[in-house]
């Protein structure tokens, strides 16, 4: 008899992420469990975080301490305090060799050589939206190492490209907090029951509707975005689409995961790369996307087919509902 995919074991809205993980593993007869165990690091250390994003206005974790990330942006303590926390979780977990974030100029090495994962990370995104109290988020791209177990990890682990993927998703800190991942078999999401302190399977097998009604892109920059994609927006207006911009990827991606929508973030004058960074935003968005039907381009094919040159890199991103991804590339 065939071994059952872990969408087949058809859990039931209501069980516990470690349930899920569980019974997704028995799907798998060989799993050794680690990127189960690693699953259970990021979610712990996403609790943690969502721990410290809801004090943000009573302690002073929201204001810039005035340091810059490598990017040059400027780094909100609460930025900080996510990848300082994150990297904790992926170290004391032991599953993870070395990782890679936003707020990092280099990889970082665990210590843990046996490790046999690597994780690139944003730890926290839409950081401009902390100190109004508006969605943000985490989001994680895992691979398998490619150099040796038992030797450090080194710059080709995290450069394999998109497609060598094995796990991706997001944690949104929103009216509730979500996370939401793919190991390849479908996408699914927990909701935060604070009370329990659990996360919960309350988006089964989410599916990204073909079509949608949604457009979100800073239309602050229009002027400086290539013609298709001035010509998509112009389109967007003639059929009456709702415009809904947070500012805040993961919020923006996730709304329209669900009601069905695209995303756009085109090169400008100032970013003629686009501003968000491949390997995790853009890698682990378009993984979560086409595993949920939708489709993820930079305006000439596959955001996951792109092949990734360096650690910080950045890329133009139209991503959402397959239909609209298709509409704004022939535009
Ligand atoms: O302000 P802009 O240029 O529209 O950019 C907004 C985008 O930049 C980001 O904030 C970048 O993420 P970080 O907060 O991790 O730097 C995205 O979340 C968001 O979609
Ligand atoms: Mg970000
Ligand atoms: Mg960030």
Do not use: W
């Not at 204001?63 to 300082?84: C, F, H, P, R, S």
């Not at 970013?271 to 039907?293: N, Q, T």
Request: net charge neutral.
């Amino acid at each position: 008899m065939a071994t059952k995919t872990a969408q087949e074991l058809a859990l039931p809205v209501g069980v516990t992420l470690d349930r899920f993980i569980m019974h997704s593993q028995s799907a798998f007869p060989y799993a050794t469990g680690e990127l189960s165990q690693l699953l259970r690091d990021i979610a712990l250390a996403g609790k943690i975080i969502n721990r410290e994003i809801n004090r943000a206005g009573l302690v002073d974790v929201a204001g810039g301490n005035g340091t810059e990330n490598v990017q040059g942006e400027n780094q909100q303590k609460l930025d900080i305090v996510a990848n300082i926390r994150f990297i904790r979780a992926l170290k004391n977990g032991g599953e993870v060799c070395a990782i890679l974030s936003e707020e990092d100029e280099d990889i970082i090495h665990t210590g843990n050589n046996h490790g046999k994962y690597v994780v690139a990370m944003d730890p926290l995104d839409g950081s401009s939206n902390i100190d109004v109290n508006v969605s943000i988020g985490t989001i994680f791209s895992i691979y398998r190492r490619v150099t040796p177990i038992n030797g450090p990890a080194s710059i080709e682990d995290f450069l394999q490209g998109g497609s060598k993927q094995i796990a991706a998703g997001y944690i949104l800190y929103g009216s509730s907090t979500m996370l939401v991942y793919s190991t390849g078999d479908g996408v699914n999401g927990f909701t935060y029951d604070h009370s329990l302190g659990e996360f919960i399977l309350s988006h089964k097998n989410i599916r990204s509707p073909k079509h949608g009604s949604i457009y979100s892109v800073n239309e602050g920059h229009y002027n400086t975005y290539p013609a298709f994609v001035q010509n998509y927006i112009n389109h967007c207006k003639t059929k009456n689409y709702s415009g809904r911009y947070i500012g805040s990827l993961v919020g923006d991606f996730h709304r329209n995961l669900l009601k069905g929508g695209i995303y756009l973030y085109p090169s400008t004058k100032k970013d003629p790369k686009g501003k968000l960074r491949l390997l995790y935003e853009c890698y682990p968005l378009a993984f979560i996307a086409e595993k949920s039907g939708g489709k993820a381009t930079d305006g000439f094919g596959r955001i996951l087919d792109i092949i990734p040159t360096s650690f910080h890199q950045r890329s133009p991103i139209y991503i959402g509902s397959s239909a609209m991804v298709d509409d704004v590339v022939k535009s």
